[in-house]
C-alpha cells in the first residue's frame, strides 16, 4: 500500500508538471503572436508616416526644380521640410519691404504653390474642387509656415521696428502678403480637423534665434538671412500616430 501511494503520488506530480509545462508553452505561444501582430502594427503605421515625409519630399523637390528654371536661387532641407529663399534677393539690408526683385521671385513662389497646394488641402471656398492633374494620395498638408530670420547683427534701422524679432516677422508677414496678392486662393486652402477647415498658410518670426550657420563671418550671416517656407505633413489619420504609442507601450511591456 505504501509502494502503491507513493507511486501515485510520483505520477501526480509528473501529471502536474507537465499540466504546467504545457500551460507555460501555450502562454508563450500567445505571447509570440501577440508580439508579432503588435509587431506588424508597428511596421505599417511607420510606414505611413514614412510615406508622409517622402510625399513631402517630392513636393518640396517639385518646387524646387519649378523656381529654379524661373531663375529664383532657392535650397531645400527634405528632412526638415523646408524650402529657403535667400534674404539677399527679397530685402534690401534692415529693410521689412520687398524689393522689385523680391516681389518677383515671390511672385513666382506664389505661382508654384498654386500648383500643388490644392493637391494636398481642402478650400475654405464651397465652389473649389480639387484639380483634376492631381496625383492620387492619401497624403495632405496640414500647415505651410512663412518663416523670417534673421543674423545676429542688432537691427538699427529705427521706425516702428524695435529689433530683429519684429524686422523677422514683418519680413514673413509682406511675404505672405504678397503670395496671396499673387495667388488670393491660397489664403483660401485649408486642412480639415475636428470638424473645422483651419488655414494652412500662416506666419512666423524667429530673430537671429534659429541660425542655419552658427559662424560669425559674412557668409554665415547671409545664410542666416533669409525666408524659409515650411510644410507640416498630416498623418495618415487621427488614429495612427496614438496607435503607434500604442503598440509602443506593448512592445516595452516585459
Not at 530685402?91 to 518677383?104: H, I, N, T, Y
Not at 521696428?161 to 496678392?181: H, K
Amino acid at each position: 500500500m505504501i509502494i502503491d501511494d507513493a507511486h501515485e503520488s510520483e505520477v501526480d506530480e509528473e501529471n502536474y508538471f507537465v499540466s504546467m509545462t504545457d500551460m507555460m508553452v501555450g502562454l508563450v505561444f500567445i505571447f509570440i503572436i501577440m508580439l508579432m501582430y503588435f509587431a506588424v502594427q508597428f511596421q505599417d503605421v511607420t510606414a505611413k508616416l514614412t510615406g508622409a515625409d517622402l510625399e513631402r519630399a517630392k513636393i518640396l523637390r517639385d518646387l524646387e526644380r519649378t523656381l529654379k528654371a524661373k531663375g529664383v536661387p532657392v535650397t531645400i532641407e527634405e528632412q526638415n521640410g523646408v524650402l529657403r529663399l535667400p534674404d539677399a534677393i527679397l530685402f534690401d539690408s534692415g529693410r521689412a519691404e520687398l524689393k522689385p526683385e523680391g516681389k518677383v521671385a515671390v511672385g513666382h513662389l506664389a505661382d508654384a504653390l498654386r500648383d500643388v497646394i490644392p493637391c494636398y488641402t481642402d478650400s475654405q471656398s464651397a465652389d473649389a474642387s480639387r484639380p483634376v492633374r492631381c496625383p492620387k494620395t492619401p497624403y495632405r498638408i496640414e500647415s505651410v509656415y512663412v518663416e523670417g530670420h534673421t543674423d545676429v547683427d542688432r537691427y538699427s534701422g529705427g521706425g516702428m521696428l524695435r529689433d530683429n524679432w519684429d524686422l523677422s516677422v514683418v519680413r514673413a508677414t509682406n511675404t505672405y502678403r504678397e503670395l496671396t496678392i499673387r495667388q488670393p486662393g491660397l489664403s483660401q486652402r485649408c486642412s480639415r480637423r475636428q470638424g473645422r477647415c483651419e488655414a494652412v498658410l500662416s506666419v512666423s518670426g524667429y530673430g537671429a534665434e534659429r541660425p542655419v550657420d552658427t559662424g560669425d563671418s559674412p557668409a554665415a550671416k547671409r545664410s542666416n538671412r533669409r525666408i524659409d517656407l515650411r510644410l507640416l505633413m498630416v498623418t495618415p489619420d487621427a488614429s495612427a500616430t496614438s496607435e503607434v504609442d500604442k503598440v509602443s507601450e506593448r512592445l516595452k511591456t516585459p
